[in-house]
Structure formats: structure tokens, C-alpha cells
């Protein structure tokens, strides 16, 4: 094969029947071309509604034609069947309350855009580059809500794009992105009426702060100036604006204890406006953001970090909310120390309204204010790296659509992946030239001409379409057996030319010089 091509006709999906393979469902799209370490075949996988229930394993495989591009020095092209085998296992669909949505569309990271640490202390490592997603630098955190029981499904699509009712809990941690007015209409029904519940977990936002830490990149030889804070505070108070919730500009750090807990609040922001009879936990932290724009040590202060906020007019079926104002604790790029402990009383009050006695809030009267303007960006490169903003003039674009994703046929097949291919010989062009490659992942590769390639471009060619991958014979490979008789003649033919062209050594016969002296007795 070459170095670069393309799929020829569309991958197939083939469930086995004796394998459960018709209990999921399979959805395909890949790159028009094929080049080295570029290209894709990217697959999503559902169960169907009729699985609900079941618990086991589905299997099945797809099978995808791929042609190369014309080889220069044969002029002709090839073409090669690969295939994929799938097991997927499938456990019964677990309980609303269990489930939760993690929101990863309103993350951004580095490159291209600089967006800063979370964590103002570690200066060696002034780039928020790790993707704040649930399976790198948020792994540990995975790995706790998946030990509890808690199963954690990944959102990259707007708000407007998942159904509120599958849901007990929305995640939002670190955003630095813009939400649509779209997003936060539908979030807002959805807690209000749906009963989703809402958790965010914010960061550090201060405009001075980010002028202090701009440096100068030597390999663009320009100034980087941070387009957003830790956390994009102006647009996760738009967000909370529905709750009369918002959170400051103030930079915040130090330890504080819950019970037997301890947990160190790193560059995180607190709350300025919180609703009549919401509950509040308060901390005594240092000013951090005075200590890094004057180079003193910053005063300290107690100030509200974390806020819940009940069920709303009593409705049997709205949710509720949980806001912090820290994310460091559950990132295990620059953890200290981790609050797990804390996300599981946030999770326990979030779905069943309990407060554990441990966790010292208290409702507060007076600090309901109306949501602060939006603090003003520093920089306008910011809709250069967004989603959500034009790049024209920094204004919201219109909301993507949602993805639906279309089902591929399923071609079942009743046999196991053990079933030797055949492929009809009669189907190919007469002037196919036929190379066997016993590889795992492919069992016939076609050389054709190259005024044939557009040809079958256009025709569902033959080869491949109840292929499944070949089982390992040693009696198909003979290559390592006649290798070692290769081995063998040569080492017996150089140990007869070292008989032959040796010459023998005469053995000569000294004689025994006579013994001088009386004989012995």
C-alpha cells in the first residue's frame, strides 16, 4: 500500500447475532482522505432501547475498503480490506440521580489561545494546557465519582443539545468560554421545571491581576496578555444571573477546615451576590490578588465561597444549585489537597436536599444584589479562540446546531470473527494482480490499474464485504520454517568446507632418552 488514500465506499457494520451485536447500534464518519498520522474513522456507539435492561457484552466488526493513491514506480493503485472488531459491554441504564453530565464545550485551554494557571503559586507552569477534561488533569476526580457509584457521561455541544430528564446533575468546572443566551434559557428551565440539578465549580477572574502576569514569548516576540482568568467569571455569571448568583473579582487562597476535613483553597474567587435563605459556607482566606499586584502580603478576610440553593418555590419537581469558587481542589495538576470529600456533600444535598451535619452553612439574609456588570476583558483576541463569539466584532454568533447522529446499516452476521474470509474470484477485474499479506488487521490487498481506480470508485466492489479477520496458522506462514533450513544448509556447508581445505597435522614420535644412574631396586 502507499503512504496515502482513501476509503472506498462506505465502512460496514456487522453485528453478530450470536454475540448480543444487535443490542447496539453504530454510527460512522471519516476524513475524505487518508495521509500519515492524519485521517480518521471515528465511531459512536449506542445501546438500544430494548437493552435498557441487559447486562453483558455486544460484539460485532467493521469492515472498511480503503484504495491508495497511484504508486509512481508501478503506476498502479491498491486496494486493502481492514477490519475492526468491536466489544462493547453493556450494564443495565442506571438511576437519574447517578447519572452525570460533564460539560466540556466550555472549556479552552493552551494552545492557541493563553489562557492562565488556576493555581496563581505555580509559576513554573503559567499555561492552563492540560484540557480540563474529565480524563486528564480531572482524572482523579473521575475515578472518585466513578468509586461512588456515580456514572459520568461527557458533553461537547452546547447546553441546548442534551435531554434534561436523563440527568440528575450538570457539572460545570473551570469554564473559560462564553455561554448562548440559548444555553442559558434552556438551563434554566431545565432546574426550574426538569429537575436538573446544577453544580459549578469557578476559579480566579481579576483583570489586574492578569496584566501582572503577561510575559513576553520569545518565539512570537510579542507580549502574552491572558485573554481570560483562571475562570471566565463574567460568563458564568451570566449564567447564574436566573438565581440572583454571582461571583467576584477578589483573589482568594489559603487553608480552612470542615470537620475532620481540610482542604486548601487556591487562587479561587468568592461570592458577592447570594439569594435570601440560600445556604452559605464561609471561610477566613488571604487576599491573594493584593499580594501579587503589591508584592506584600495580602489581608485577610472572611468571605463566602460556597453557596446552595434549595429547591426553588417548593416545587416537587425543580432542582437545585451549588455553586464554589474553587476548582484547584479537584485538579490533579497542581492538587494539594483534595476535596472529594466536599463534592460528595454537594452531590448528596444536590439530589436529595440533605445537608450533612458536618458541613457548617447557614442561610443568609441580605447579600441579594443584582448581578455586577461584566468585568471588562483585557484583551480582544478572546473571540479569536471562541466558539461562541464572532470574530468580526465579538458579538455571539448563532448557536450550532445539534449533531444527530445517523445509524449505520447494520449487515448481521450469524458466524464468529473465527470464519475464514473468502473473496469471489470472479468479481475482480481480469487484470488484477492478487499480493497475499498475512496481517491481523488485513487478508487481501488488490493491486489495480490506474485507469481502473475511478472505476471502482464509483462500484461496490466485492472484496471485503463478509470479510472477518483470519485465524494464525503456522502451516499459512511458512516463512520462519524456511528460514531455519536456510540457516541449517549454510552452517552445514561451511563446516564441510572447513573438513575438506584443513590439512591434518602429522603427529611425529620423540624417543624417551635413556635413564642415567644405578638401576633401581
Not at 62 to 74: G, H, L, M, N, Y
Not at 186 to 206: C, E, T
Not at 255 to 265: C, K, L, N
Not at 479 to 508: S, Y
Request: glycine fraction near 6%.
Amino acid at each position: 500500500m502507499a503512504v496515502s488514500g482513501r476509503f472506498l465506499g462506505e465502512p460496514k457494520w456487522h453485528p453478530l447475532s450470536t454475540a448480543n451485536g444487535d443490542l447496539i447500534k453504530v454510527s460512522m464518519d471519516w476524513s475524505d482522505r487518508l495521509w500519515p498520522w492524519a485521517g480518521f474513522l471515528a465511531v459512536s456507539i449506542s445501546a438500544k432501547p430494548h437493552a435498557a435492561e441487559f447486562e453483558g457484552t455486544a460484539q460485532g466488526y467493521i469492515v472498511v475498503t480503503v484504495i491508495s493513491d497511484t504508486v509512481e514506480s508501478t503506476g498502479r493503485s491498491m486496494i486493502s480490506n481492514a477490519t475492526l472488531p468491536i466489544k462493547i459491554r453493556l450494564i443495565p441504564t442506571p438511576p437519574r440521580h447517578k447519572r452525570i453530565l460533564w460539560d466540556q464545550y466550555h472549556n479552552l485551554g493552551y494552545p492557541p489561545g493563553y489562557f492562565p494557571r488556576d493555581n496563581l503559586r505555580m509559576k513554573s507552569d503559567p499555561l492552563d494546557w492540560n484540557g480540563d477534561h474529565i480524563h486528564t488533569n480531572f482524572r482523579p476526580l473521575y475515578e472518585h465519582l466513578r468509586t461512588s457509584g456515580y456514572y459520568i457521561e461527557v458533553l461537547g455541544a452546547p447546553l441546548t443539545c442534551f435531554d434534561a430528564l436523563q440527568y440528575g446533575t450538570l457539572m460545570i468546572v473551570d469554564p473559560e468560554e462564553e455561554f448562548f443566551q440559548e444555553e442559558v434559557s434552556k438551563l434554566r428551565n431545565d432546574v426550574q421545571h426538569n429537575g436538573l440539578s446544577l453544580m459549578v465549580l469557578a476559579d480566579w477572574y481579576n483583570t489586574s491581576v492578569m496584566r501582572r502576569i503577561q510575559f513576553f514569548d520569545e518565539n512570537t516576540k510579542q507580549w502574552w496578555i491572558p485573554d481570560t482568568g483562571g475562570s471566565n467569571i463574567p460568563a458564568v455569571n451570566r449564567l447564574l444571573q436566573p438565581w440572583s448568583l454571582a461571583f467576584g473579582d477578589s483573589v482568594w487562597e489559603g487553608d480552612y477546615s470542615v470537620g475532620h476535613h481540610s482542604t486548601y483553597y487556591a487562587s479561587g474567587t468568592s461570592l458577592v451576590s447570594v439569594p435570601d435563605q440560600t445556604l452559605v459556607l464561609n471561610a477566613q482566606l488571604k487576599n491573594q490578588g493584593e499580594e501579587v499586584l503589591a508584592g506584600s502580603t495580602g489581608s485577610r478576610g472572611t468571605v463566602p465561597i460556597l453557596a446552595l440553593l434549595p429547591r426553588l418555590d417548593s416545587l416537587s419537581t425543580s432542582g437545585r444549585v451549588a455553586a464554589y469558587g474553587d476548582s484547584n481542589c479537584v485538579d490533579g495538576s497542581h492538587m494539594q489537597k483534595d476535596c472529594f470529600w466536599l463534592i460528595d456533600h454537594l452531590l448528596r444535598f444536590l439530589i436529595s436536599g440533605t445537608v450533612p451535619p458536618e458541613l457548617p452553612v447557614k442561610p443568609v439574609v441580605g447579600m441579594s444584589k443584582p448581578t455586577p456588570k461584566p468585568l471588562t476583558r483585557l484583551t480582544g483576541r478572546f473571540s479569536r479562540f471562541s466558539k461562541v463569539l464572532s470574530k468580526e466584532d465579538n458579538q455571539p454568533i448563532p448557536i450550532p446546531a445539534c449533531r444527530n447522529l445517523t445509524w449505520s446499516k447494520p449487515y448481521p452476521i450469524n458466524h464468529t470473527l473465527s470464519v475464514v474470509p473468502t473473496v469471489p474470484e470472479d468479481d475482480l477485474p481480469k487484470d488484477v494482480d492478487k499480493v497475499r499479506k498475512q496481517r491481523h488487521h488485513t487478508d487481501e490487498v488488490i493491486a489495480i490499474p490506474e485507469h481502473e481506480v475511478n472505476h471502482h470508485h464509483h462500484k461496490n466492489l466485492p472484496v471485503g464485504e463478509e470479510v472477518v479477520p483470519p485465524q494464525y496458522n503456522v502451516q499459512e506462514a511458512p516463512i520462519p520454517v524456511l528460514f531455519l533450513v536456510l540457516v541449517a544448509v549454510i552452517l552445514l556447508g561451511l563446516l564441510l568446507l572447513k573438513l575438506i581445505f584443513t590439512r591434518p597435522t602429522t603427529i611425529r614420535h620423540i624417543p624417551r632418552k635413556p635413564q642415567l644412574g644405578p638401576p633401581r631396586r
